[in-house]
């Protein structure tokens, strides 16, 4: 059920959506991320491997600044986002949030109800101009949330009142619903329960039709079901980064397959 | 466990000591609990006790601010005293001042004693003049200038009767402290009983005193707290108007914009160091600023207001940064993730789930600057303000005027023991405004936290 037959795992060269080249982040004294760069393509997920602390997700938040909220926090090299160097002085951070949206570890649905929770990011960058059109919008969003017939019914209810794998889907709508073209998920699936989680992969499985997405895992398995690309981060390095069933079987650093085997993190 | 255990089919042969009997440091540890929990008993139990002898004390005290002894006569508005020209003209007519009226009110209580049949030594109306409260004439020149058409009938009227006829029938004033008593005799005592049992002199609920004005030092069967309620209510206004905005705007600033370095925090210490700050040095910041500086006017609300501004802003910014410190990071990100500004985060997100606690904190502060009384006393504001009621808004804001904690304090440094229970009765009106406020503040506290 969560392997997918290898005939999906197409390994066909498509777009690049964005590029990260000599990436190097500090916090403080720390050096956290050194010297990373990779590209990352569009419709094809992304998975991000690597024992905790190696900063997968610091770099996972470089992609659409997020980094920029925490004061001590310094990013040099470039990333560019379809060409264009998103650290430039006159990115807004804000719309390129819009492009590159974003899922937390811990659902975190907003304390209102399911349809505000998703109408919110449309209402903020005007991208509805009547009532009509929110319900559209918030339709659709729910439906490649694949959530929407568990909620049709109860969108005035509080988010907050779902369980935990709704809410986390709940999110990934509330994500699509501003219609990004990057979708990054920080480890989406280790507050569910194995039920919660099969249904949010099969969900990124399906978004990879029409999103760039990049996902961060603690779960060697996971990264296996759900990607195309693997990177393996460690102690702030990319070590690898390739063909998922690459990494997984025919790992060309010694430390991949320490981590893969399970001798290290 | 071991495989000798294991061995036995039945239950495993016990080792070392028993469960069921307690072991000697078993049985410390518990009588350290029990007695732990004795004393917290015993403290809340004595917080108890003091509670409810303040409050019975509050009570038995101020009860009586709440009741006045009136006369009841009927009193001839004599024209040939009251209207001279006979034009019923108002303008005319207020050339007499009270010292035409008391006469009238003298005599009228003299005709009523004779004509009750009360028998008295007291042989003139001059001589009950003693009963009669000294502002029982303006009382009287008041409804006669409200309606010159009186003048000419006799007209039943509720005298105020004097604080030591009062006190007598409260039993604040004995018989044997009135040979000292210069303002009485016990013949007006006597007179006193008299009437009361045949219903003329009584005691009734004074709405005078929540409504009224301050009184000179010997009337204080006149004062009232309702000019200085109004006093404390223009100063909330200023205080709300002022510190909420103000304090919510730093806090929203320090906490979700600014930078922590070492000026943030140097700012952070010093807003918790001037919530312990003395009152009395706002208030002495006060004068030198918005008085002697500014010249703002004295005594006046407004002034009042800022410096209890200055007094409230520390536990306005520390309760909100507090609260807006408690909404969990996750509703941050939530909101920047699909793409909200910092300030959009902030006002539709943060600030709404800080709004109770942000209000609660607000409601205490007023509650506490409503309640304060040392900065007042060092921009004028206690004292006898021979005030009326403030002449609309801008008035009311800059007009002299004392407030509610203020008045108390007045009161309780007169002479007059009369005053000393309109202090106890003061008390218990502050109160109600303080219970009312802390209400408003658990409500609204419900009010937001129910919505999810």
Redesign the interface.
């Known amino acids: 059920m969560y392997d997918a037959p290898n005939s999906e795992r197409d390994v066909e060269v498509k777009d690049i959506k964005i590029t990260a080249q000599g990436v190097q982040v500090y916090y403080g004294d720390t050096h956290a991320i050194k010297d990373v760069s990779v590209d990352i393509e569009d419709k094809t997920v992304t998975a991000f491997i690597g024992p905790s602390g190696c900063g997968k997700s610091t770099f996972l938040r470089c992609l659409n600044r997020m980094n920029d909220t925490i004061d001590i926090a310094r990013v040099e090299g470039n990333i560019l986002l379809d060409g264009e160097d998103i650290y430039d002085k006159r990115v807004d951070p804000v719309q390129l949030r819009a492009k590159v949206g974003m899922v937390f570890q811990k659902p975190n649905p907003f304390p209102k109800s399911i349809y505000d929770n998703v109408a919110y990011g449309p209402r903020i960058h005007g991208m509805a101009k009547n009532k009509a059109d929110l319900d559209e919008i918030v339709e659709r969003a729910l439906k490649r949330g694949a959530i929407w017939n568990e909620v049709k019914d109860r969108l005035h209810a509080p988010g907050t009142g779902l369980s935990g794998g709704q809410q986390q889907r709940l999110c990934i709508a509330r994500a699509v619903a501003t219609e990004p073209e990057v979708l990054l998920m920080d480890e989406p699936c280790s507050a569910l329960d194995p039920i919660a989680t099969a249904q949010v992969e099969e969900l990124i499985d399906e978004l990879r039709r029409d999103y760039s997405v990049v996902i961060v895992t603690h779960s060697m398995q996971q990264a296996a079901r759900v990607s195309q690309k693997t990177a393996f981060f460690h102690l702030g390095n990319l070590v690898e980064f390739g063909v998922t069933d690459k990494i997984f079987t025919n790992p060309t650093d010694p430390r991949t397959e320490a981590y893969i085997t399970g001798r290290i993190g | 466990m071991t495989d000798a255990s294991l061995a036995t089919s039945g239950a495993p042969a016990r080792k070392g000591k028993s469960l069921v009997v307690p072991d000697a440091r078993t049985k410390r540890r518990n009588a350290a609990e029990t007695r732990f929990k004795a004393y917290g008993v015993a403290a809340i139990g004595a917080g108890i006790f003091f509670l409810v002898v303040l409050l019975s004390a509050i009570l038995i005290n101020g009860v009586g601010a709440f009741q006045q002894t009136f006369i009841q006569v009927p009193v001839y508005l004599d024209p040939a005293k009251l209207d001279k020209s006979g034009n019923r003209d108002p303008e005319e007519m207020k050339k007499v001042s009270t010292f035409g009226y008391s006469p009238l009110i003298q005599d009228a209580l003299f005709a009523e004693v004779q004509a009750q049949g009360v028998d008295t030594p007291l042989d003139s109306a001059k001589a009950m003049k003693e009963m009669i409260s000294a502002s029982a004439a303006a009382q009287v020149r008041d409804v006669v200038l409200a309606d010159p058409d009186l003048v000419g009938e006799t007209v039943d009227f509720q005298i105020l009767a004097s604080s030591r006829v009062d006190g007598y029938l409260k039993g604040r004033v004995q018989r044997a402290d009135v040979a000292r008593d210069k303002n009485i005799n016990v013949e007006h005592l006597d007179l006193t009983d008299a009437l009361r049992e045949k219903g003329i002199v009584a005691r009734r609920f004074n709405m005078d005193f929540i409504t009224g004005a301050d009184a000179s030092e010997s009337r204080a069967e006149q004062a009232g707290l309702g000019v200085s309620i109004l006093g404390s209510l223009f100063m909330m206004l200023v205080v709300l108007l002022l510190s909420l905005p103000i304090g919510v705007a730093a806090s929203i600033y320090l906490e979700e914009f600014a930078?922590?370095n070492r000026f943030t925090d140097i700012i952070e210490v010093n807003i918790s160091n001037l919530a312990a700050v003395p009152s009395i040095v706002f208030g002495i910041l006060g004068l030198a600023v918005f008085i002697q500086f500014m010249h703002l006017p004295q005594s006046a609300p407004l002034v009042g207001g800022l410096v209890l501004t200055l007094m409230t802003l520390p536990t306005i910014i520390i309760s909100t940064r507090a609260s807006l410190a408690s909404v969990?990071p996750?509703?941050?990100?939530?909101?920047?993730?699909?793409?909200?500004?910092?300030m959009?985060s902030v006002f539709?997100?943060v600030l709404p789930?800080a709004m109770p606690g942000i209000l609660t904190g607000t409601i205490l502060g007023l509650a506490q600057a409503l309640g304060e009384t040392a900065p007042l006393l060092l921009i004028g504001m206690v004292g006898y303000i021979a005030t009326n009621y403030p002449d609309g808004v801008a008035s009311g804001f800059l007009d002299p005027n004392s407030a509610m904690p203020a008045q108390i304090y007045e009161w309780a440094k007169r002479a007059d023991p009369a005053y000393y229970e309109r202090a106890w009765g003061g008390i218990i009106i502050l109160l109600v405004f303080l219970m009312v406020m802390n209400i408003i503040a658990i409500l609204l506290r419900r009010r937001f936290e129910r919505?999810?």
């Open positions: 930078k922590k969990p996750s509703i941050r990100s939530a909101a920047l993730g699909v793409g909200a500004s910092k959009q539709h997100h789930l919505r999810w």
